[in-house]
C-alpha cells in the first residue's frame, strides 16, 4: 500500500521557519517529479514547488521563491520543504505529491500529480 506522510507542520509567527518532511513507503519514487502543493481554507489547491527526480531542477510559485526551499533524499524516499520567512498568507495545510506521469517540474496542475499525502497544518500569526 502506497503512503504519503508529511510532518513538520504547526504554528509559527510571522518572520519564523518550518520545515516540511514527507516519507513515502509502499513504492519507490526515485524516479519521479516530487511537488509540494498547499490549501488554505475556502481555497483551491495551489502549487508550492517541485523538484525532478535527481533534484537537479526545481520550480516554484512566486509567492514562495526565495523563501521556500525543496529537496529530496532518494535513499531515504523522502522530500522536504524548508520554509523561511513566512507570512500569515502561507497559512495552508500542505500537501507532498508524486507524478509519476509527468517528466518536468513546470507542472504546476495538481491533477498531474498521482500520489497524495494527507497533508499537514502550517499556521503563520501576525
Known amino acids: 500500500q502506497v503512503q504519503l506522510v508529511e510532518s513538520g507542520g504547526g504554528l509559527v509567527q510571522a518572520g519564523g521557519s518550518l520545515r516540511l518532511s514527507c516519507v513515502a513507503s509502499?513504492?519507490?519514487?526515485?524516479?519521479?517529479?516530487m511537488g509540494w502543493f498547499r490549501q488554505a481554507p475556502g481555497k483551491e489547491r495551489e502549487f508550492v514547488a517541485a523538484?525532478?527526480?535527481?533534484?537537479?531542477?526545481?520550480y516554484y510559485a512566486a509567492t514562495v521563491k526565495a523563501r521556500f526551499t525543496i529537496s529530496r533524499d532518494n535513499a531515504k524516499n523522502t522530500a522536504s520543504l524548508q520554509m523561511n520567512s513566512l507570512k500569515p498568507e502561507d497559512t495552508a495545510v500542505y500537501y507532498c505529491?508524486?507524478?509519476?506521469?509527468?517528466?518536468?517540474?513546470?507542472?504546476?496542475?495538481?491533477?498531474?500529480?498521482?500520489?497524495w499525502g494527507q497533508g499537514t497544518q502550517v499556521t503563520v500569526s501576525s
Open positions: 523538484i525532478n527526480w535527481s533534484g537537479s531542477s526545481t
Open positions: 505529491a508524486y507524478g509519476t506521469k509527468i517528466t518536468t517540474v513546470t507542472m504546476p496542475q495538481p491533477d498531474r500529480y498521482d500520489y
Open positions: 509502499g513504492r519507490t519514487f526515485s524516479s519521479y517529479v
